[in-house]
């Protein structure tokens, strides 16, 4: 098992480009989610994905968009990069979905610098 | 808006020393996690404490868990240089977590 990947390791935008981070699971999980890590800031949630299908907002949303493609893959989109976005994304998913249970297993991050 | 605070920010200590780490959080809970990042790596669980458990075990780990003054405390027996990380806590709501801003934890040989 693969658990959780990301790619790609590594970006650097111009300001106003687009790019989209993809991530998979191997694991089933029905939950997966979108983190940011800034230093001093500790990980915020951007958006997540409860199951397949759905998508909620988390603590910081704005300039992000997401997609559930199916189970396993859950895509974060930039449509228009600030230098405010850069930052380490981490993905992450957890099996469950409607408990309260909720061990997180994490990707091992994509480095975004937006120049 | 962060939930979960770590205390301290930063720890230093000899290898074979005890390492305790605090956190403490603001709103009811279902549970309260902790994880440990490596330099440059994804976040891995350590371990999960549910909100009626007030200690709980795992190896090296013991955690511990105080509702009422809403605060939780990670100690490392007997640490190794591998242990050197940033450790998170987490609090849970209703499928998602809130992590705190960690503490990093220097073990030196």
């Given at each position: 098992n693969a658990g959780v990947t990301q790619t790609p390791k590594f970006q650097v935008l111009k300001t106003g480009q687009s790019m989209t981070l993809q991530c998979a699971q191997d694991?089933?999980?029905n939950s997966m989610y979108w983190y940011r890590q800034d230093p001093g800031m500790g990980l915020r949630l951007i958006y997540y994905s409860a199951s397949e299908g759905t998508t909620d907002k988390g603590e910081v949303p704005n300039g992000y968009n997401v997609s559930r493609l199916n189970k396993r893959e859950f895509s974060l989109r930039l449509e228009s990069a600030a230098p405010s976005q850069t930052s380490v994304y981490f993905c992450a998913s957890s099996e469950a979905q409607h408990t309260y249970y909720n061990e997180q297993f994490f990707g091992p991050g994509t480095r975004l610098t937006v120049l | 808006s962060q939930q979960g605070e770590e205390d301290p920010q930063a720890l230093s200590i000899q290898e074979g020393e005890n390492a305790t780490m605090n956190c403490s959080y603001k709103t009811s809970i279902n549970n309260l996690q902790w994880y440990r990042q490596n330099s440059g790596r994804g976040l891995v669980h350590l371990i999960l404490i549910r909100s009626n458990e007030r200690e709980k075990h795992s190896g090296r780990l013991r955690v511990t868990l105080d509702t009422s003054k809403k605060s939780s405390s990670l100690l490392i027996t007997?640490?190794?240089?591998?242990?050197t990380a940033s450790y998170f806590c987490a609090t849970n709501g209703f499928q998602k977590l809130v992590f705190g801003t960690g503490t990093r934890l220097l073990v030196s040989p």
């Open positions: 694991m089933n999980h | 007997a640490s190794r240089a591998a242990d």
